[in-house]
């Protein structure tokens, strides 16, 4: 949505391939909402490009004109406060994936001879341990919510509560139907990327908390709607969703993070996923039941968790071992 007072950017037309290749993703791979607008913004700026500076469609790129594209794309990269080099080497990385992906259907479907990024390597990138909070942070994000009040605060400790309970992505937590939510509130049924469904448990103070929500979600219903906000766990009045945006919901985090006195470049609905596994594989939680409930096809991805907590158990032995700080004789 477009900022009130100020009017929508009209998306530039794009190659009709880029929209082919949109339109595969969707309806062949299930890809979600989301994930289409990552390929969509990636594929126009590389398009933009493209046309502005070589006169070309990107259909009809060549492995030199995409290598200037990356090249140009590094160094036009500016962050304040964080580390420059790392930042360009992801977004490039980023980008040149999903190059390799339209690439590949182009020639799949016989509008390209040969795929034009065959030829370039990814940048090296090196490894970045997600960031997290600690389970008394966590905890005290959820007291601070409550002592707000009214249904508001209500509705944001249940919100706080079923995340760090389940390590739902955002938009999952947001979109999730009323249908989602099993008889008892002990369970939740969630799509996924790609469509894939998974059964995810309700912790007991995450039952509770949804119990309490039920009785307040009303509030945040139209009496005009004619049933679209019904249909939502986290019915919303003002967007054109009916339901809770991930960036509402983003914002309000960031509110409760200043409010809780912990900084709030350090709070995230991801970084409440990302506190979920981490928690639970500290203590003790079996590395494949959190990779089912945290939705991810490949195993690898839920592991890096295990780096964070190897990382803490060496700082505690270095902090706590009566040895560890006496120097060897």
Not at 31 to 36: G, K, S, W, Y
Not at 55 to 82: C, P, R
Request: proline share 4%; hydrophobic share 35%; with cysteine.
């Amino acid at each position: 949505m477009a900022r009130p007072g100020r009017p929508a950017m009209p998306k530039p037309k794009l190659s009709k391939w880029v929209d082919s290749f949109l339109d595969m993703l969707t309806s062949e791979r299930g890809a979600a909402l989301n994930t289409r607008h990552a390929y969509w913004r990636d594929l126009a700026d590389v398009s933009l490009y493209l046309r502005d500076g070589r006169n070309k469609e990107i259909e009809v790129a060549t492995t030199d004109d995409l290598k200037a594209y990356l090249s140009d794309l590094s160094n036009k990269i500016h962050v304040k406060g964080q580390n420059k080099n790392q930042i360009a080497v992801r977004t490039v990385a980023r980008r040149l994936s999903a190059l390799r992906q339209f690439y590949r259907y182009l020639v799949s479907e016989k509008v390209c001879k040969e795929d034009p990024t065959s030829t370039i390597d990814s940048p090296k990138q090196t490894r970045t341990l997600p960031k997290t909070l600690a389970e008394n942070e966590v905890d005290q994000l959820i007291k601070t919510a409550a002592a707000q009040g009214g249904a508001e605060s209500v509705r944001l400790v249940c919100l706080l509560e079923m995340l760090y309970a389940t390590g739902l992505r955002v938009s999952e937590l947001v979109g999730l139907p009323m249908a989602a939510i099993s008889e008892g509130n002990q369970f939740i049924m969630v799509e996924g990327k790609g469509g894939r469904e998974r059964m995810v448990p309700l912790s007991d103070s995450a039952q509770k908390a949804l119990g309490r929500y039920m009785d307040v979600r009303n509030q945040f219903i139209s009496l005009d709607d004619g049933g679209r906000q019904m249909q939502w766990l986290f019915p919303s009045r003002t967007s054109d969703s009916g339901h809770l945006t991930r960036q509402r919901f983003a914002q309000l985090l960031k509110d409760l993070a200043r409010d809780a006195k912990i900084d709030e470049d350090r709070v995230s609905p991801h970084i409440l996923r990302h506190a979920f596994a981490t928690h639970l594989l500290s203590n003790g939680a079996d590395l494949r039941a959190v990779q089912k409930m945290l939705g991810h096809a490949d195993i690898a991805t839920t592991q890096i968790y295990t780096h964070i907590i190897g990382k803490n158990l060496k700082k505690t032995v270095d902090e706590k071992h009566p040895l560890s700080n006496k120097k060897a004789s």
